[in-house]
């Protein structure tokens, strides 16, 4: 009983620290509306894509983009795809639009960040925007982050894409896999020039070509799984300015209605993130156990204190949380399952871990990967 006494009050600290933090990780402060008065010309601005056996996205994909203007840039690199990516990709008849062929994946690449190293060689205006082949960019949204990034001297903007939020799994465990990138890499943070964590996400990426020039390409970061974040710390470290924010207007249309889906998704960086160290899996389980699954064992016991201290975790944690769902419109009593879908996602991390010593390696685009 000592012992969960003690568990309880480092759980009910956690997450104290976690609400005081200047930081607030869990703040969605920091976000981006398309601003529909933004008058900025787009013949400066190349739009790559890396796509592999995107059929099913990439015609809604590009036909956003054309929305963007007609006349933008945009070269799509077709990583050996198997189905009909290329032919989806032609029908979407973009004037400006260059479709490569992807050679063979060299070895010591990750299929994505090589895919965009042959498509770099191709740019050749002074901005470049990486999008993910299964992202819709709302109108106006390029124009959006062009002004911002011009006006703030920002080298590198990215944008957290609207996942879909529809099936039941998708409601109860995509808004929590933000929460979580959100504690991990607190945007305020990020966004700091004082402070050294440096984080992106990877569905809509602006960047100076001159800036990736400099750093050496896609080369610099080649075997990133974390590509996104691992782009924006190399950034970051080069003395430039970089911003992340969250969305409504960059919107995700991969679908995660399936928990399998979910799991093989967090399973593909989970243990990434924690640089495939073991004390650091360790530390993690402990952590994520003590902060989920011991609030809720502490107010099924009898002592009043133990009770009380259980209780005001649990509230806490739901206060941090309530932020992202109404960021989403979702409903505010998801928050009280946030101990349970914490425990789904320490489950997921350990399978990450198993995948990598005991499978071979992680998956990816039907590519095995184990640094």
């Not at 398309?34 to 790559?48: H, I, M, R, Y």
């Not at 590198?156 to 990138?181: D, G, T």
């Amino acid at each position: 009983m000592e012992l969960l006494f003690l568990a309880t009050m480092l759980g009910l600290l956690i997450w104290a620290t976690i609400f005081l933090l200047p930081s607030c990780p869990y703040s969605t402060r920091e976000s981006l509306a398309v601003l529909s008065a933004e008058k900025v010309p787009l013949s400066e601005v190349t739009v790559l894509i890396p796509a592999r056996n995107e059929a099913s996205t990439i015609t809604e994909t590009l036909a956003a983009l054309k929305a963007q203007d007609p006349q933008l840039k945009v070269i799509l690199v077709d990583d050996q795809s198997t189905d009909n990516t290329i032919k989806y990709a032609n029908s979407a008849k973009l004037d400006n639009l260059l479709i490569l062929s992807g050679t063979k994946l060299p070895k010591g690449w990750s299929g994505k960040l090589w895919a965009l190293e042959q498509g770099r060689k191709y740019v050749q205006t002074h901005y470049l925007v990486l999008v993910d082949a299964d992202i819709i960019l709302k109108p106006g949204l390029i124009k959006t982050i062009l002004s911002k990034a011009k006006k703030n001297d920002i080298k590198l903007l990215s944008l957290m894409a609207h996942l879909r939020m529809s099936s039941f799994w998708e409601i109860l465990l995509m808004p929590a896999f933000i929460f979580f990138f959100k504690l991990i890499y607190p945007f305020r943070l990020s966004n700091s020039s004082n402070s050294k964590i440096a984080a992106a996400a990877g569905g809509c990426i602006l960047l100076e070509t001159e800036i990736l020039k400099e750093l050496g390409g896609f080369k610099s970061i080649q075997n990133a799984l974390i590509d996104d974040c691992a782009l924006a710390k190399k950034v970051k470290q080069s003395g430039y300015k970089t911003w992340l924010g969250l969305t409504h207007s960059v919107i995700s249309t991969r679908r995660y209605d399936k928990l399998s889906i979910i799991r093989e998704m967090i399973t593909r960086t989970a243990y990434t993130q924690l640089n495939y160290s073991p004390l650091l899996l360790l530390f993690c389980t402990i952590l994520m156990i003590i902060a989920f699954l011991i609030p809720v064992t502490a107010i099924l016991q009898t002592q009043s204190i133990i009770i009380i201290m259980g209780l005001i975790t649990l509230c806490i944690q739901a206060i941090c949380y309530l932020p992202i769902l109404r960021y989403y419109s979702l409903n505010p009593l998801c928050a009280i399952l946030l101990p349970f879908i914490g425990m789904l996602y320490l489950f997921f991390t350990l399978n990450s871990a198993y995948c990598y010593y005991f499978s071979k390696g992680i998956c990816w685009k039907d590519r095995y990967y184990k640094n």
